[in-house]
T-cell receptor, first 110, second 117 residues
Framework: EDQVTQSPEALRLQEGESSSLNCSYT??????LFWYRQDPGKGPEFLFT???AGEEKEKERLKATLTKKESFLHITAPKPEDSATYLC???????????FGKGTKLTVNP | GAVVSQHPSWVICKSGTSVKIECRSL??????MFWYRQFPKQSLMLMAT?????????EQGVEKDKFLINHASLTLSTLTVTSAHPEDSSFYIC?????????????FGPGTRLTVL
């Protein structure tokens, strides 16, 4: 069964304290690995898509990387406004369905 | 670009009534739209996939007669929760894909909070 597992469930950081979120996947024929940000009571906001191992993408303080078994979302010098739940999702070849992990709730304290 | 809207943003209804939720892609043509349900502190669970002009494909365990999906155009899909009950209270989110050059990326609407009394 295709699975996406995120860790940790929750992460508290001080402003400026860099860290990484993990997303491990067991999806046969990975087509794409997606990262989304979700604020409370809102829909997910698209961040990145990664398609192949070794690929990296950056946006402001965020950088996403992909290996054959997992993806990392690195947050450099986070700010309080980066507080949100970060969701990882994967699709496999032949399907547009997104299989979501349970998310990592990030809290950045000033 | 890639903006998806939902209406209403929240709705409260009595048990036994039906509720319709609209999902619109505002600046692109969505060949496929998806409907998700999210319970508190849970991740998104796919309910169904719909392609414009054809019947929706429902995930296992989702009652197609209870959750009616219509995808009448490339910019509009609707979800109707029929004979709603308190256990149907949830956060319903739609997404759309079809943006040229962004193969199978899904863009999500802001969600609709349904409360059934």
């Amino acid at each position: 069964e295709d699975q996406v597992t995120q860790s940790p469930e929750a992460l508290r950081l001080q402003e400026g304290e860099s860290s990484s979120l993990n997303c491990s996947y067991t999806v046969s024929g990975l087509r794409g690995l997606f990262w989304y940000r979700q604020d409370p009571g809102k829909g997910p906001e698209f961040l990145f898509t990664l398609y192949s191992a070794g690929e990296e993408k950056e946006k402001e303080r965020l950088k996403a990387t992909l290996t054959k078994k997992e993806s990392f979302l690195h947050i450099t010098a986070p700010k309080p406004e980066d507080s949100a739940t970060y969701l990882c999702a994967a699709t496999q070849g032949g399907s547009e369905k997104l299989v979501f992990g349970k998310g990592t709730k990030l809290t950045v304290n000033p | 670009g890639a903006v998806v809207s939902q209406h209403p943003s929240w709705v409260i209804c009595k048990s036994g009534t039906s509720v319709k939720i609209e999902c619109r892609s505002l600046d692109f043509q969505a060949t496929t739209m998806f409907w998700y349900r999210q319970f508190p502190k849970q991740s998104l669970m796919l309910m169904a996939t719909s392609n414009e002009g054809s019947k929706a494909t429902y995930e296992q365990g989702v009652e197609k007669d209870k959750f009616l999906i219509n995808h009448a155009s490339l910019t509009l899909s609707t979800l109707t929760v029929t004979s709603a009950h308190p256990e149907d209270s949830s956060f319903y989110i739609c997404s759309a894909s079809g943006t040229p050059g962004s193969y199978n990326e899904q863009f999500f609407g802001p969600g609709t909070r349904l409360t059934v009394l």
